[in-house]
Structure formats: structure tokens, C-alpha cells
């Protein structure tokens, strides 16, 4: 593509390349991780293997790519986004392969466990971080449609591979895997650029900005050391916090609580498809209107609204309320993580964006690892989620709230 002269707008913006190239991006990685659903009955069969040792398979993958987020988002902010996510693609090829050749549960659980979760966490801050400092008018938007790409992954490939195991059995199903991931991913990651001004463009498509920080300015802002020390990302960091325990609950224990009402398996796990529904819906829906009512204000309505849809789980006498629990949910959660991106560029600029991001999402880490935990706990003792998750969206919402009184009072807008 050439650069455009001064004042001139390329007819295709590269920016929405980016977007739909993180969208392919993060449905590979996502589907890839969700797939482990589809592998789940054949590990346990393969390996005589109990459902908690196989279990751990996915938990070590997840724990991973949130822990090791902050390391990709640093190593994409020294190299770029398109050599790091590069590498963690190529990653997860390695370790999908070598997992089709186990002979044992611990080489799965090196190799789709470690492997698989060391590769997305060099994909998914480096990505998300990637497509912000294209856009300013529309970042809501363009985070909530690259974000969609883990919903539409999380619903796609874990379906094909299910009937690749029924055609050809897990190993060769796999090697199917790591090789769309090989093609997919790969070529999604080549395609991922993070500064506008090195094709000659602004954020939005407009002429680089002159003068202070010329047209570098998409990447001008806090270094992670000033950014992690800033109150805006403390209230932030307590904010996600606070909400991944309401975030993460209803992927364990949903289906779980549908069959003790007595509602059929296909139907109680379709529910948490029914939350993936919601969540397409969010990320597209919720960015549209963040960025008309402000990003850090519509977190604060996103969070407040999740914690208040568990009443209708509460309430539900049956499957259609619980139903429109999901989908209620699901559209929540997917606007709530469509908007940390483009809040931390809003608020720490793009100097260490995927950085900054892979810290916060250190936080969901601990609510996906002991959120369901500590629900379970409190059913077991008063036979209801309410009071812990409604407590938690009402605690987040009020620390997210904080955060925009302080940048408020920090440049005189929220």
C-alpha cells in the first residue's frame, strides 16, 4: 500500500485491516483453547484419566496466558505486535502437534496446557493492544469487533473439531487444528501493525498530527512503571478484579445448576452458548455506544447491569429465564472486555498499551481461578450465587466509578 500525502486519506484505512486481522486472530486462539471441550472425552478414554486430572489441562492453559499477558504485551511493545504474535502462533502449532503424539497425560499437559496457553498470551494483549491506537472516534468499536473474534471462535472451531474426532479421532484432529492455526493465525499476525504514522496516517484515517509528537502521537503516553502507578489504573485493577469473580462463574456452574433443576444436558450446557451469543452481541453493541456516552462510563453501566442480571438467575423457576440470563450476561461480559482495551489507551496512551493491558488482565486471573471457587463456597453454605456476585458487580462498578472521578479531576473530562 502507498503512503498517502499529507491530507489525503488512503481509500482502504488500514486501521479496519488491523481490526478484522485481530478479530481472525483471536478466533483462532480462542477456538483453539475452547476446543479442549472437544478433546476432553478422548484424553479421559486415551489415558484412563479421572475428569479433575484432565481438568487441568485447560486450567494450566488459562492460568498462563493471563499471567504471562504482561510478558507478551512487553515483548510486542519493544518488537512490534506482528514478530511477537507471530511467534506465539507459531507456538501454538509446536505444542498442538506434539500433543497429537502424546503417550501420556504430562505431555498433554505440556504441551496443550503450557505450550498452548504460553503461545496465546503472546498473542492476546500484543493483539488487542495492536488495533487501538488506529482509532480514536470509533476505538469502542473497533476493540468490540476485533474482541469478537473470541466469541466467534469460542462457538466455531470447538464445533469442527467435534466432527473431526467423529471423522479421523482426536490425534489426527489435532494436527487438523495446528494446521488451520498454522494458515489462520499466522497470517493474521503478519497483517498486525501498531503505529499509524508508519504508513504517513493518523489515528482514524486522518493526516498525522503536527508538531508535538508528530504523527508518533498514537504512541506517545505513560510508561508501564508510571502507568501501573497511576490511581486510574489502581481503581482499574481492583475494578477487574472485583468483577472476574461474576465474570467467570456462570462457564462452572450454570450448567451445573440447570441439570439440578432438572433441565435436560443438551440444554443446560447450551447455555453457555447462549452466553456466547450475548457476548457477540455485546462487543459490537456495547463499543458502538461506548464511544458516544464515554468508555470508562459505560464499563461502570456494563458492570452494574452484570451483577443485576444474576437476579434473574436467582428467580428462574425454569429454562427460559435462565435463558435470558445468559444472553443478558453474555452481553455484559462481552462489552466488558471489548472496553478495558480502548480505556487503557484512553487513559496510559500507546507508548506501553499491550503491556499495561497484560497487567490488568493479571487481575481476571485470579477471579477465573478462584471466582467459581469462592461462588461454589457460598452456595454450598446459603443455596444461592446472589449475594457474592451482586456484591462484586456493586463493589467493581463503584471502583470503575472512582476511576473516572479520577481522570476526571485529572483533566477535567470522564
Keep these: 500500500m502507498q503512503t498517502p500525502g499529507a491530507g489525503a486519506k488512503p481509500r482502504i484505512f488500514y486501521g479496519w485491516v488491523v481490526v478484522w486481522a485481530a478479530f481472525v486472530g483471536l478466533a483462532t486462539i480462542f477456538g ?76 498433554v499437559y505440556l504441551a496443550f496446557g503450557a505450550g498452548v496457553g504460553v503461545g496465546i498470551a503472546l498473542v492476546y494483549t500484543p493483539t488487542m493492544g495492536a488495533v487501538q491506537p488506529w482509532f480514536v472516534r470509533h476505538r469502542g468499536l473497533a476493540s468490540g469487533i476485533s474482541s469478537a473474534g473470541i466469541g466467534a471462535g469460542t462457538l466455531v472451531i470447538p464445533l469442527l473439531v467435534t466432527a473431526w474426532i467423529d471423522a479421523w479421532g482426536w490425534r489426527v484432529a489435532m494436527r487438523g487444528l495446528a494446521g488451520a492455526v498454522a494458515v489462520l493465525g499466522i497470517a493474521s499476525a503478519l497483517c498486525l501493525e501498531k503505529n499509524p504514522a508508519g504508513r504517513g496516517l493518523g489515528p482514524d484515517g486522518d493526516p498525522p498530527l503536527q508538531g508535538v509528537g508528530g504523527g508518533h502521537s498514537a504512541l506517545a503516553g505513560m510508561t508501564l512503571r508510571e502507568a501501573v502507578r497511576s490511581s486510574s489504573f489502581g481503581w482499574l485493577y481492583l475494578s477487574t478484579v472485583l468483577a472476574a469473580p461474576v465474570m467467570f ?12 433443576m ?9 447455555l453457555v452458548g447462549l452466553i456466547g451469543i450475548g457476548s457477540l452481541v455485546g462487543r459490537f453493541a456495547i463499543g458502538w455506544l461506548a464511544d458516544r456516552i464515554g468508555r470508562l462510563r459505560a464499563l461502570v453501566l456494563m458492570i452494574a447491569l452484570m451483577g443485576a442480571s444474576y437476579l434473574l438467575w436467582w428467580l428462574a423457576p425454569g429454562y427460559a429465564l435462565l435463558a435470558g440470563f445468559a444472553v443478558c450476561f453474555g452481553l455484559c461480559y462481552g462489552g466488558i472486555v471489548s472496553l478495558l482495551p480502548p ?72
Design 249 to 260: 462463574t456462570p462457564f462452572a456452574h450454570l450448567s451445573a445448576h440447570a441439570r439440578d
Design 32 to 107: 483453539t483453547s475452547y476446543a479442549f471441550a472437544a478433546f476432553f472425552r478422548s484424553f479421559a478414554d486415551e489415558f484412563a484419566a479421572q475428569r479433575a486430572d484432565v481438568s487441568l489441562v485447560f486450567g494450566l492453559s488459562g492460568l498462563l496466558y493471563f499471567t504471562l499477558g504482561v510478558a507478551g504485551g512487553a515483548l510486542s511493545d519493544r518488537f512490534g505486535p506482528r514478530i511477537t504474535t507471530s511467534a506465539g502462533m507459531a507456538i501454538i502449532v509446536a505444542a498442538l502437534l506434539w500433543a497429537s503424539f502424546a503417550s501420556s497425560l504430562s505431555i
Design 343 to 414: 480505556i487503557c489507551m484512553d487513559l496510559f496512551g500507546g507508548r506501553s498499551l499491550s503491556a499495561v493491558i497484560g497487567v490488568l488482565y493479571s487481575g481476571a486471573a485470579f477471579g477465573n481461578l478462584l471466582g467459581p471457587v469462592i461462588a461454589g463456597a457460598v452456595f454450598d453454605r446459603t443455596g444461592s450465587y446472589l449475594p457474592v456476585m451482586v456484591g462484586c458487580a456493586l463493589c467493581a462498578a463503584a471502583a470503575t466509578w472512582a476511576a473516572t472521578r479520577v481522570t476526571a479531576a485529572a483533566d477535567g473530562s470522564v
Design 262 to 270: 432438572s433441565i435436560a444436558e443438551g440444554l443446560a450446557v447450551g
